[in-house]
């Protein structure tokens, strides 16, 4: 009989632990184990992306990580991204811009953009699509994800530079 290991896993804040196999991989442990079917199984060769979570503040293909190895990790998962009465800046540029057809790919190439996003809230067309070399879409073109990328950053830094206003002595905002 194959020994089980303990993992424990924060997942979009919440911890969480479970008995696996040394040999299963961390998009089943969070779809089969933690039922968070929003990270998407796509391809059988890593080369799709559909399964994008962010470990520990990094963007990674969940099926080339083992769970045991993500054991202490803190995930964040498409899930754990915005609410459908909140959503994330990624979220609402993906859907004002039309970033979507069949939706497939977005949960995971809104994560790889996640990640982009926390190195780089200024990027370039190039740098949008450099990230997004390693998640693929099979359906849009990338026109519109790249213009809804490029709204999400454009609403990160917005609000980010209106928390940084400071109200003058006296007066308000
Ligand atoms: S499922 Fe395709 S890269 Fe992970
Ligand atoms: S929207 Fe269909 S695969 Fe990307």
């Not at 924060?10 to 779809?31: D, F, I, Y």
């Not at 470990?55 to 998962?77: F, H, N, R, Y």
């Not at 359906?139 to 990328?149: E, L, M, P, R, S």
């Not at 980010?160 to 905002?173: C, F, K, R, T, Y």
Request: hydrophobic share 40%.
């Amino acid at each position: 009989m194959t020994k089980k290991w303990n993992v424990e896993v924060k997942v979009n804040g919440r911890v969480k632990r479970a008995e696996v196999e040394p040999r299963l991989l961390l998009v089943h442990l969070l779809r089969d184990e933690f039922n968070l079917t929003g990270t998407h199984i796509g391809c059988d060769t890593s080369q799709c992306g559909a399964c994008t979570v962010m470990m520990d503040g990094k963007a990674v293909k969940s099926c080339t990580v083992l769970a045991v190895q993500a054991d202490g990790a803190e995930i964040q998962t498409v899930e754990g991204l915005g609410t459908v009465d909140q959503l994330h800046p990624i979220q609402a540029g993906f859907w004002e811009k039309h970033g979507l057809q069949c939706g497939f790919c977005t949960p995971g190439i809104m994560m790889a953009v996640n990640g982009l996003l926390q190195d780089n809230l200024n990027p370039s067309e190039a740098e949008i699509r450099d990230a997004l070399d390693g998640v693929i879409c099979r359906c849009t073109g990338y026109q519109f994800i790249v213009k809804a990328v490029q709204q999400a950053a454009e609403t990160i830094r917005n609000s980010q530079q209106q928390s940084q206003v400071v109200p003058a002595e006296g007066g308000s905002v």
